[in-house]
């Protein structure tokens, strides 16, 4: 069975940092892009961050602007893994934070992505 599994969320002052993680399993991880989403109280779901499955040349990760120099994805092929480094955190980067899966997609927020975790919540206090 597909499971994206969370964790390394928590209660962060601002300024501070934290790492999520997100382990996978039940599908081939080195084939499908993986992607962080957020959702905040009475808010949207939006895109945060998306990695590719390859090395597309200067193309292989995406932010939306508002993380965009503090916040870094990543993954571990050998450890089907996928992380999401977050610097400088904000107040408003409180939210339950998703990973997700996207067979042979780019990490765009336009990708179709499959398979969900259940989040992991993050919440900045001020």
């Known amino acids: 069975q597909v499971q994206l599994v969370e964790s390394g969320g928590g209660l962060v002052q601002a300024g501070g940092s934290l790492r999520l993680s997100c382990a996978a399993s039940g599908f081939t991880f080195s084939t499908h892009a993986m992607g962080w989403f957020r959702q905040a109280p009475g808010k949207e779901r939006e895109f945060v961050a998306g990695?590719?499955?390859?090395?597309?040349?200067?193309?292989?990760?995406h932010y939306t602007d508002s993380v965009k120099g503090r916040f870094t994805i990543s993954r571990d092929n050998s450890e089907n893994t996928v992380y999401l480094l977050m610097h400088r955190l904000k107040p408003e980067d409180t939210a339950v934070y998703y990973c997700?899966?996207?067979?042979?997609?780019?990490?765009?927020?336009?990708?179709?992505?499959?398979?969900w975790g259940q989040g992991t919540q993050v919440t900045v206090s001020s």
């Open positions: 997700a899966a996207d067979r042979l997609g780019e990490g765009l927020e336009s990708d179709e992505y499959e398979y």
């Open positions: 990695i590719s499955w390859r090395n597309w040349r200067d193309s292989s990760s």
